[in-house]
């Protein structure tokens, strides 16, 4: 039988993260701020509805003044700054919201929450309760033990008594003398100089305690003992600030804390008044709330203080209630059945489906069932492998063949990339897509932390998913769907389906009738089918090829380790971060330019810049490093991931990932193979025509990040010389520097370009000197100098922000939005990257609409005349094309007016187009 839980909320701690969390300001139609109400209460909810608690309180502080701890040090938090001024309205709304639901809220004069959740903890000390802190609190590690843990809701990150060892370093016994050595700068407590937690654990696991670290002081390095040393008369002062009281006089009831007396629907009123729309979704109805059974669940503990005999009387709040009932799940395994279950399926205008199979990738994947969907609260689970009972592939084939080729018949499902891809090897087609929940769900918040099927049910529908790794396990114990009895599938697939349909009911509205809707139907919808086709298409390797190139690889890589160590006097192991630390710096005498955690960096940004100074080792290190990355990542590991049915590589193109919208590559990702430099570009060499008599085609946007930004800035000078197809590098170069555009100089144009594309990213002078080797002063001048030149673009840099400010999101050209959750923020480093954020998305997602548009007109192209051409791979501007040698020329004339004509913009667009037996000897088609 499951223990209670209790949770303790501790209150300011929580909303503070609330205020400062990274979400953008929400203020109500009266201009009340609100976004720590919002973020504080949808915590909570999601509290409710996730970890589904027995009983919930709030712990509050009252007055700082009143504080016991001001008697032992009149100086106890004496420097903490005031709250914003908009946060204390906030807290109030906060009570008032949680005093409207039935939560109680516990305060005691004289005391602090943390001191109230202590004394909950001893109270319920040795009881059936489990008692949850939720709070991050360092202060609360002294109070863990087998029925007490720590839950951080924002992050979902748990810490018991067993992970407080493994994470810090010591024992919940040891939590107080860990405290009482680094004291807490938040709270003006001064521990020992100079010890952090890192110290601290190190101090405790060698001597214990405290006392005995004081008792073998003799035994620490001088520094430190007399640091130790003049603390010690500090020491039971600061202990007995960081030593939580657990003798608060409170009174609590423990029933008026059930969960289960709760009145969620006292929220609805408030969230309507602050305008939390959002938060309403998250409630469940008042018909839901009112019909629900309440469980006679109140634990039978003797105690009076903390419990009565009192029965709640109200009905259940739980956020998963009858609004979210469980899947009704059908197996279907026999013909009859199946014969019944395609007649009925070919009877309703819609259904959701999804697959399951033995892999992840599409083309490898053994169908071992289907699943559908077309009645919300029920699916149906049709087996082709499993370890009891199941259909023959070729009967499922013959029957829900016909039901999933009918485009009439709408189908919806989560990821149906994946599915069409999985029937598609199995013999069938799918027609008629007309929903994605996790495309929907991106379209309306690529934000959002996760698109899955399960976050989706549980945020949507308060709905908890049964796990995948509840039936097949995970890690090396993990099994596939095939050896598992069809019966034990049943329900998890049933659900699936199931969940999907009821996901489309709730996201399907919320797209209707706004902008995304139309992005939604005519580009990304469109686009899973694209995407799918590319997928089973693949690209051919030569694997041969590749072996040579990683004995050549090896060689090289020994040859740079062998300079390496003659330049530096001794073998060594250049791999070893520690190593190349001491050659560096100690043997070299060069700079250490930078320190992380564990010593002395040498990562990539250090190299390079001793490299620009002239040293020989760094530029050596970072060439020795480069072939190691492309030898392991690509040149050894690409025939691994060739398929064993095509004998192609078949990588993954995932449009939910990057919230910028751009189409990200996986399994193997090709979009990160270097191509400007030598070893990277071999790579390319690999990849190659299926056939003799077939060539690759690559067809590739020029500079379209540039002509985007030209487009919205409306700068008539740099449309000219778009229009002009002037090199537009050293155009720009010419007009900053006030020359001729033939009398620019290579090193002008190096400097025009780098801020050209880096203004997209907020180009800064620091990193416009750090790349080019200018000084600073040179680079902040040529910066200004630049704005001078093109005020359009400083206004439409300024726009995007204001923007951003005005309405917490941007939008690119076709109306997709982005939240930029910091762009209010009081942190100048979070505001400064929102800042970027704001204007990146607008010029590369606008980017990544360009060409999303474009593959879809060419692959309806394709698909209309029947052509023998197969699109291959999308590598952000570039597309890559396989096609019988008589084709090219034509093909690449109607491959570059669909790329050409995908949006209308200001400026002409250019496209490059090149064919050739490999991806990098290809000759230019003019």
């Known amino acids: 039988m499951r223990k209670r839980t209790l949770y303790v909320i501790d209150g300011h701690g929580q909303i503070y993260r609330c205020y400062y969390a990274p979400f953008r300001p929400l203020t109500a139609p009266s201009g009340e701020p609100t976004k720590a109400t919002f973020v504080f209460l949808q915590m909570l909810l999601n509290l409710m509805r996730r970890r589904e608690p027995d009983y919930l309180v709030v712990a509050m502080d009252t007055s700082d003044e009143t504080v016991f701890r001001l008697e032992i040090d009149p100086e106890y938090k004496a420097h903490r700054p005031p709250p914003p001024e908009d946060l204390p309205p906030q807290v109030e709304r906060i009570v008032q919201s949680l005093e409207a639901i039935g939560v109680p809220i516990l305060r005691q004069v004289g005391y602090e929450a943390d001191d109230l959740m202590a004394t909950l903890c001893e109270r319920f000390r040795g009881s059936d309760l489990d008692i949850v802190l939720v709070s991050r609190d360092k202060d609360l590690d002294q109070l863990l033990t087998d ?39 938040t709270d003006n407590v001064r521990g020992v100089e100079g010890v952090g937690p890192k110290k601290a654990a190190e101090l405790l696991a060698r001597y214990g305690t405290l006392e005995s670290i004081f008792a073998h002081s003799s035994e620490l390095t001088p520094k430190l003992r007399e640091r130790i040393e003049a603390f010690r ?30 009145n969620l629907d006292a929220l609805r009123p408030i969230c309507r008044e602050l305008g939390l729309n959002r938060l309403l979704e998250h409630l469940p109805s008042p018909q839901s709330a009112r019909s629900t059974a309440v469980p006679d669940d109140v634990p039978h503990r003797s105690s009076t203080l903390f419990e009565s005999d009192d029965r709640p009387e109200r009905s259940s709040a739980r956020v998963e209630s009858s609004a979210s009932p469980r899947t009704q ?35 490898d994947a053994d169908l071992v069932g289907i699943s559908v969907s077309f009645e919300p609260g029920r699916g149906y689970y049709i087996p082709t492998l499993g370890s009891g009972r199941h259909l023959p592939i070729e009967a499922v084939r013959e029957r829900l063949g016909p039901v999933f080729a009918d485009a009439r018949i709408r189908k919806c499902g989560q990821n149906c990339k994946y599915d069409i891809g999985v029937l598609r090897t199995a013999g069938m087609e799918v027609r008629g897509l007309d929903f ?39 890690g090396k114990s993990q099994i596939t769907m095939d050896r598992l009895a069809p019966a034990d599938v049943c329900k998890y697939a049933a659900e699936d389906a199931d969940i999907a349909l009821r996901l489309r009911g709730v996201l399907e509205p919320r797209l209707a009738g706004t902008p995304l809707d139309r992005l939604f139907r005519e580009v990304e919808l469109p686009l899973v089918e694209v995407l799918a086709e590319l997928e089973h298409n693949g690209v051919a390797l030569d694997t041969e090829l590749l072996a040579r190139l990683s004995n050549e690889m090896a060689d090289e890589s020994a040859a740079l380790e062998r300079q390496i160590h003659a330049a530096v006097g001794y073998p060594f192991n250049v791999d070893s971060t520690r190593q190349l630390a001491e050659a560096l710096f100690d043997k070299l005498g060069l700079p250490s330019l930078k320190r992380t955690k564990t010593g002395r960096s040498t990562d990539a940004e250090v190299l390079e810049q001793l490299a620009a100074s002239g040293h020989m080792v760094p530029r050596l290190v970072l060439a020795y490093r480069e072939l190691a990355k492309l030898k392991g990542t690509y040149v050894d590991a690409l025939p691994e991931v060739v398929s064993r049915r095509t004998g192609r590589v078949h990588p993954s193109f995932n449009q939910t990932v990057a919230v910028t919208g751009r189409l990200s590559c996986s399994d193997p990702n090709l979009q990160n193979i270097p191509i400007r430099t030598p070893a990277g ?38 449309e000219r010389a778009f229009r002009a197809d002037e090199d537009i590098h050293a155009f720009v170069a010419g007009q900053v520097f006030g020359v001729p555009i033939e009398q620019v100089s290579r090193e002008q144009r190096a400097r025009a370009k780098t801020v050209n594309f880096g203004i997209i990213y907020g180009q800064t002078a620091f990193g416009l000197a750090r790349q080019t080797g200018m000084s600073r002063t040179e680079a902040a001048d040529f ?31 076709l109306g997709r939005r982005r939240r930029i959750d910091d762009i209010a923020s009081q942190n100048p480093t979070a505001r400064a990257a929102a800042e970027r954020f704001a204007v990146n998305t607008v010029i590369q997602g606008s ?3 360009l060409i999303k548009v474009a593959m879809l007109r060419i692959y309806r192209r394709l698909r209309e005349k ?26 690449a004339i109607e491959i570059a007016e669909a790329m050409v004509g995908a949006l209308p913009l200001r400026v002409p667009v250019r496209v490059d187009v090149a064919a050739g037996s490999n991806w990098l000897d290809m000759e230019p088609i003019t």
């Open 329 to 363: 799940a059908v197996l279907v395994d026999d013909e009859a059945a199946l014969g019944e279950l395609a007649r009925r399926l070919s009877a309703v205008s819609a259904f959701a489906f999804d697959t399951e199979t033995t892999s992840l990738s599409p083309v």
């Open 233 to 262: 008369p500090r020491a039971d002062k600061v202990r007995q600030l960081v030593t939580l009281r657990r003798d608060v006089p409170i009174r609590f009831e423990l029933t008026s804390a059930a969960v289960s007396t709760f």
């Open 681 to 718: 570009a071999r790579i390319r060499r690999a990849f190659v025509a299926g056939h003799p008599d077939r060539v690759l085609l690559k067809a590739d946007y020029s500079q379209i990040e540039l002509r985007v930004l030209a487009h919205f800035c409306g700068d008539e000078a740099l």
């Open 783 to 813: 910066i200004e100098r630049y704005f001078l030149r093109y005020p359009r673009i400083r206004a439409f840099l300024d726009e995007c922000i204001r923007k951003a400010r005005e309405q917490g999101y941007v939008e690119t050209i």
């Open 847 to 849: 980017a990544a609409d």
């Open 866 to 891: 029947r052509s023998e051409t197969r699109m291959l791979l999308q590598v952000h501007d570039e597309l890559v094309f396989e096609l019988p040698r008589g084709l090219v020329r034509d093909e």
């Open 436 to 474: 994605d929940t996790m495309i929907a769900s991106f379209v309306l918040d690529s934000s959002r932390r996760s698109h899955g099927i399960d976050a989706l049910a549980l945020d949507l529908l308060g709905y908890r998913k049964i796990a995948t790794a509840e039936l097949i396990g995970k």
């Open 147 to 185: 029925g007490v843990r720590l839950l951080d809701p924002l992050d979902d990150m748990e810490l018991d008594a067993s992970t407080l060892l493994e994470r810090k370093g010591y024992r919940p016994d040891q939590a107080v003398d860990a405290q009482t050595l680094m004291g807490d700068s």
